[in-house]
């Protein structure tokens, strides 16, 4: 596991720009008083941490740790020391200092400041500040403050003439250890080349998207990212959605927003970011790795600033799975990135989930990838919903191929038994509206859509079909506040939108409905379907038509055979990768992206036209199905038709190296010594009861009903020249008949069409 967030602090000029707080400067500097005393900490054992280190990057139990907590009690009266100025006003300074250390952060408790008095914290250069804090950006007396470069940190505290003094208490300083000497592999500007800035010209679609995202800081000394997430009254309540392996107190967690380039190319230097700090825990579970927080310091109106450019992305919370799919997030530290799956992601149950179907797999096109750094971020689908969060996987710049895994919204919404503390739905739909999704929330903009018929989930289209009739299915979506009652499908098949279908119904907003068209009959070879839907609640203009097209593709076999492919994966699945392929070697399935710790066995159909076939296994470790003494567990391969095995790999034999290849045939090229002789079959194809058999072998004694792979089904005597075989108990498929004489055999197909 490998997706949490590092983050690296340049130098001074690099935070000089940052904001957390609200903008003001210190008096102390301006008075010209410095502090008088000093508290000390000691360099921890840097050899020790990173030996823990490297136990626990990959495990995914926790966020990427860049620090040492020193546990202290600093307040008012046993540290630092108090400076009246010739106004009466007051100024408390501490300097706390760090042997060695790269950066510093403080987290602050039973910290009460009342009206008027001002807490800052910056170095000793004073060319890097935060604040000016005041009550609004505590909660419950907490606040924790953004990594300070160096190894130095004043905390000034001023109080005006006859004001209340009120409490501080600085109960953590953290030391930063390894995020300078790493700058070489994981700073800002150093993620993999390969890595998608968020506004290159792939992610404009996803500009209100990419506001959602945040990196955050959780435990004082580890690193994440999350995305703030809608709810059902589109007020703007600050909740940001992560991965429950990043948690803890997150009354001290920093929420930094903006930090990206303003362009594709890179910058010069870091660009400038925000940052909030403060929440609370609203609900979190661990099969579906989800945590959900509210914001609770520095708000705006109970709100993110709208000076920090917010937008609460929309969610998803249903089953079906996207056609294609976009994380934004910040690998190995960098500035906030973008990455494009542009094919369905499969639900699994990775990351050594309990939960069956807890995650979705995806795997990265367009050369992008995600990368330590990335883990909570967001996953959205093609309606620009959020379906799930980053769990974890092994995709990198060198490793494209690699699957990534993120916790479903879809469990994590209600799971059975749940209730306020481990659900999604308590928070998301307060108002109890039953919604299945919901668009994001941009309170610059907020103006609701009227308006707005959506289409979604195209089913019964994608994949191949064993036959030549396909039955596409749909969801026409309400996204508008008045409620849908009507809409026109438009559809049809290779870029032919030639059909209607006119839906009528009753759609509340958030709402959707299953739409299934009428069944289509289609030649042999590659389709596509469209969709399209318009003219909303007769003649009504649809405020939103970005989401009113729906496509596929799919393959048709005609006349083609049910072959099922039988996995048995070991623990290692992510090693696991296979291919079919015909007599000309091209691939005409494939497989991969299987998750790790969940051995079992996968079915998958085949639909094959009669030939001769490939099936190559590859294992990415070199020991193939293998799962030796950790896993216990050890895989097989089995392709079976019609009940009969037509190659394997057994148990015995898993360990096949890097890769090895199984060979087959189905149909005719499977069934040996074929004779030509003249022989008639009517009718044929036939959809029930009798076969005519006719041979012109005078001295023919057996006619036989085999299956494709040669074996023998049932037969009868044959007495004369016609023979009738009750063929009404055979499924639909491909058959042959056998035709036995004293010197000679003939097969004859025949097809069975239901």
């Known amino acids: 596991m490998k997706k949490i967030s590092l983050l690296f602090l340049v130098c001074s000029s690099f935070y000089s720009f940052s904001q957390q707080g609200d903008r003001g400067k210190p008096f102390a500097p301006k008075q010209k008083i410095t502090p008088t005393k000093t508290v000390f900490f000691n360099e921890p054992n840097i050899a020790s941490l ?7 990057d990959n495990t995914g139990s926790a966020p990427w740790r860049f620090g040492y907590n020193n546990d202290t009690q600093l307040d008012l009266n046993n540290s630092g020391s108090w400076h009246e100025l010739a106004s009466g006003d007051k100024v408390w300074l501490v300097e706390i200092a760090c042997k060695n ?3 510093i952060n403080l987290t602050f408790t039973n ?64 030391h930063g250890y390894r995020t300078a000497s790493e700058f070489s592999e994981k700073a800002f500007g150093s993620s993999g080349a390969c890595n998608m800035n968020v506004n290159c010209a792939d992610g404009l679609p996803w500009q ?66 925000q940052s909030l700090s403060g929440a609370v825990l609203r609900s979190r579970r661990t099969p579906s ?32 799975a996207p056609t294609s799919s976009v994380s934004i997030h910040h690998p190995a530290g960098d500035i906030k990135k973008i990455s494009f799956d542009d094919a369905a992601a499969v639900a699994s149950q990775g990351m050594g989930s309990t939960e069956a179907n807890s995650t979705w797999t995806v795997e990265w096109d367009r050369n992008t990838t995600t990368e330590g750094g990335s883990s909570g971020s967001p996953l959205f689908d093609q309606n620009h919903r959020i379906i799930g969060q980053l769990w974890g996987g092994g995709a990198s710049c060198t490793n494209l191929s690699s699957p990534d895994y993120y916790g479903r919204v879809h469990n994590s919404w209600e799971p059975a038994n749940s209730n306020s503390t481990n659900q999604l739905k308590f928070w998301l739909d307060p108002n109890n509206s039953g919604a299945e999704f919901i668009d994001g929330y941009d309170p610059s903009n907020a103006t609701p859509v009227q308006v707005d018929a959506g289409i979604a989930n195209p089913q019964g289209v994608s994949g191949t079909f064993c036959s030549a009739e396909v039955t596409p299915v749909v969801s026409i979506q309400n996204n508008g506040q008045q409620t849908l009652t009507s809409a026109t499908i ?40 469209g969709a399209n839907v318009s003219n909303p609640n007769v003649g009504q203009t649809d405020e939103n038509t970005n989401n009113n097209n729906v496509s596929s593709s799919f393959n048709v076999v005609i006349g083609g055979q ?25 691939a005409v399935y494939f497989g991969s992206g299987y998750p790790d710790d969940a051995p079992g066995l996968i079915t998958e159909p085949w639909c094959l036209n009669d030939g001769c076939y490939t099936y190559v296994i590859m294992d990415s470790y070199g020991d193939g199905l293998l799962g030796g003494f950790w896993c216990g567990q050890d895989g097989s391969v089995s392709i079976v038709f019609q009940g009969d095995t037509l190659a394997a790999i057994a148990e015995a034999n898993a360990d096949f190296g890097d890769q090895t290849s199984l060979q087959f045939c189905i149909g ?21 009861g009798l076969l005519n058999v006719y041979t012109a072998v005078s001295s023919a004694s057996q006619v036989n009903v085999l299956s494709t792979s040669g074996q023998f089904l049932f037969g009868k005597p044959c007495y004369t020249n016609t023979t009738e075989l009750d063929v009404s108990s055979l499924g639909q498929g491909v058959y042959f008949v056998e035709i036995i004489s004293e010197n000679q055999r003939k097969l004859v197909k025949f097809i069975k069409t239901r």
């Open 490 to 529: 438009s559809y049809g098949f290779d870029g032919n939108l030639n059909q209607t279908f006119n839906w009528t119904g009753n759609l509340p907003q958030w709402q959707s409905t299953v739409v299934t068209l009428p069944t289509a009959s289609l030649s042999a070879g590659a389709h596509t379907f």
């Open 111 to 174: 910290l009460s400041i009342p009206e008027g008095n001002a807490l800052y914290v910056y170095n000793p250069a004073k060319d890097f500040i935060l604040g000016k804090f005041t009550e609004k950006h505590t909660y419950q007396g907490v606040l924790g403050t953004e990594l300070v470069p160096g190894s130095r940190v004043i905390v000034e505290y001023y109080v005006p003439k006859n004001n209340a003094v009120g409490h501080l208490n600085i109960s953590r300083v953290t």
């Open 289 to 320: 790795d989800f945590c959900l927080v509210e914001i609770t310091g520095g708000l705006q109106g109970n709100t993110v600033p709208l000076s920090y450019n917010p937008y609460f992305a929309g969610w998803n919370n249903g089953d079906a």
């Open 50 to 56: 990173r030996a823990e280190d490297a136990l626990t």
């Open 208 to 273: 209100q998207e990419r506001n959602s995202a945040v990196m955050l800081v959780s435990g004082s000394n580890g690193f994440c990212s999350g995305a703030l997430i809608n709810n059902t009254l589109n007020d703007g309540k600050p909740y940001v959605l992560t991965a429950n392996h990043c948690y803890s107190d997150p009354t001290n967690w920093i929420f930094r927003f903006n930090w990206q380039a303003a362009d594709c190319a890179n910058p010069v230097s870091s660009p400038t970011f």
């Open 668 to 688: 005719a090229s499977s069934i040996t010594h074929i004779v030509t002789t003249e022989a008639v079959l009517f009718p044929n194809p036939l959809s029930e």
């Open 562 to 586: 049910t072959v099922n492919l039988n996995l048995t994966l070991d623990c290692y699945g992510s090693e696991t990768s296979w291919e079919l392929q015909d007599q000309n070697a091209n």
């Open 101 to 103: 250390a790269l950066t």
